[in-house]
Antibody, heavy 121, light 108 residues
Framework: VQLVESGGGVVQPGRSLRLSCAASGFTFSMYAMHWVRQTPGKGLEWVTL????????YYAESVKGRFTISRDNSKSTLYLQMDSLRTEDTAVYYC???????????????WGQGTLVAVSS | SYVLTQPPSVSVAPGQTARITCGGSNIGSESVHWYQQKPGQAPLLVVYDDSDRPSGIPERFSGSSSGNTATLTISRVEAGDEADYYCQIWDGSSDLQVFGGGTKLTVL
């Protein structure tokens, strides 16, 4: 199992950025996927989840209405579209695989190495 | 929203047992997962569903949960166990994943 994030970088407040997570080593279309972020030196914060088929999406209140999760099962790739970015969105963003199947959710058994998003003027 | 409370730090001597707690309202009725994170690395799942271990995780790592407290126990602590540890649940009433604030384990 391998998860590789990309797309991070420095962006001005109010701008947009799209992160990608390329999955390999497992049947991507069978697993729900999460985005989790971590402000440098701080704890983990869950951001969003998408079901295995893309039919269900859930968001933390802090990003609801600004971030959009999506997936392309034909490409085994997860995405996070981040709009109206704020300085407080600065963090390392990890994609992670859900441990449960179907529409059941719990924890994450595999994580990528993360991509850094820095929102600054 | 559901809150998980962890002590900021726990210290233990090598060879001793470390216990890291995670408090939450009736957490014993939830499935609790624990992660280890070393500096510069991604989190690693060490216990899931309260007390199960993923393959490759040493038996020294164990978990339990009852009432309002879940506990990660690390037996025969080694220097390599020094890390941040996070508890986590899926809050089905709110459809949110919730993490505790994390506990820094220091091996003296």
């Amino acid at each position: 199992v391998q998860l590789v994030e990309s797309g991070g970088g420095v962006v001005q407040p109010g701008r947009s950025l799209r992160l990608s997570c390329a999955a390999s080593g497992f049947t991507f279309s069978m697993y729900a996927m999460h985005w989790v972020r971590q402000t440098p030196g701080k704890g983990l914060e869950w951001v969003t989840l998408i079901s295995y088929d893309g039919a269900k999406k859930y968001y933390a209140e802090s990003v609801k209405g600004r971030f959009t999760i999506s997936r392309d099962n034909s490409k085994s790739t997860l995405y996070l579209q981040m709009d109206s970015l704020r300085t407080e969105d600065t963090a390392v963003y990890y994609c992670a695989r859900e441990i449960r199947d179907g529409y059941n959710y719990g924890g994450s058994d595999y994580w990528g190495q993360g991509t850094l998003v820095a929102v600054s003027s | 929203s559901y809150v998980l409370t962890q002590p900021p730090s726990v210290s233990v001597a090598p060879g001793q047992t470390a216990r890291i707690t995670c408090g939450g309202s009736n957490i014993g009725s939830e499935s609790v997962h624990w992660y280890q994170q070393k500096p510069g690395q991604a989190p690693l799942l060490v216990v899931y569903d309260d007390s199960d271990r993923p393959s490759g995780i040493p038996e020294r790592f164990s978990g339990s949960s009852s009432g309002n407290t879940a506990t990660l126990t690390i037996s025969r602590v080694e220097a390599g166990d020094e890390a941040d540890y996070y508890c986590q649940i899926w809050d089905g009433s709110s459809d949110l994943q919730v993490f505790g604030g994390g506990t820094k384990l220091t091996v003296l």
